[in-house]
């Protein structure tokens, strides 16, 4: 493979606009992605998606009272992006997008999705089904909350490792608005698609973080 030879990162943003058939909307190309088509090889890709978040809850973006060092440190050694929207500010909704590039009038997916809810269609691939067609080693951890049946579960959507809840970890017995629902359903701890824990405990949920980082 040729290599290119380009600026550096901070110096140059691209603005291109790209044409679905059924959408068209503006996309941000910056030399970052440029940067990955030069190398020989993949680069690693870590993207930390997280709910109930604000913009300002972290630095540099925000001025909070507490200090978030690595938060600065990600930003300082790499690129920081300071306009970002989502579709639906929800669980399921805003994942799915994420994961597909599509909108939730497109998938179908809106809000957030219960239990046992077929949740993403299959027919719209995921980031890592797309990443897995070009020789990437996948995987996902936390909540995933894109489905909750055999055919849309993370490992039948392009993770080769995934490990935590299949939906909101407050959608249990112990919902403080709606407990009788919720309590049909355990709240369970899935692990490389086996339920490893069958019915999360209020202790468990104290522990989720441990519990993934011992799979």
């Known amino acids: 493979t040729e290599r290119i030879h380009l600026p550096p990162i901070s110096s140059l943003n691209y603005s291109l606009p790209?044409?679905?058939k059924l959408y068209s909307c503006p996309v941000r190309l910056n030399i970052l992605q440029m940067r990955m088509f030069a190398y020989d090889r993949n680069l690693n890709i870590v993207l930390i998606f997280l709910d109930d978040s604000g913009w300002g809850d972290f630095r540099p973006f925000g001025s909070p009272t507490y200090p978030t060092p690595?938060?600065?440190?990600?930003?300082?050694?790499g690129c920081a992006y300071r306009n970002f929207y989502v579709p639906q500010a929800i669980c399921s909704a805003s994942r799915a997008a994420l994961m597909t590039g599509c909108y939730p009038g497109r998938t179908g997916v809106f809000g957030a999705h219960g239990p046992m809810a077929k949740g993403l269609d299959p027919q719209f691939p995921t980031m890592g089904e797309a990443q897995k067609n070009n020789g990437y080693v996948t995987?996902?951890?936390g909540k995933w909350h894109l489905g909750d049946q055999p055919e849309t579960r993370p490992w039948a959507r392009g993770f080769?490792?995934?490990?935590?809840?299949?939906?909101?970890n407050d959608m249990w017995k112990y919902h403080p608005e709606n407990p009788?629902?919720?309590?049909?359903?355990p709240l369970q701890f899935w692990?490389?698609?086996q339920v490893t824990i069958e019915e999360v405990s209020k202790d468990d949920q104290k522990l989720l973080t441990t519990c993934i980082l011992n799979m």
């Open 191 to 193: 692990g490389n698609g």
């Open 70 to 77: 690595n938060v600065d440190r990600l930003a300082q050694e």
């Open 180 to 185: 009788e629902h919720w309590g049909k359903y």
């Open 18 to 20: 790209i044409h679905h």
């Open 139 to 141: 995987a996902i951890f």
């Open 160 to 168: 080769d490792q995934s490990c935590g809840l299949m939906y909101s």
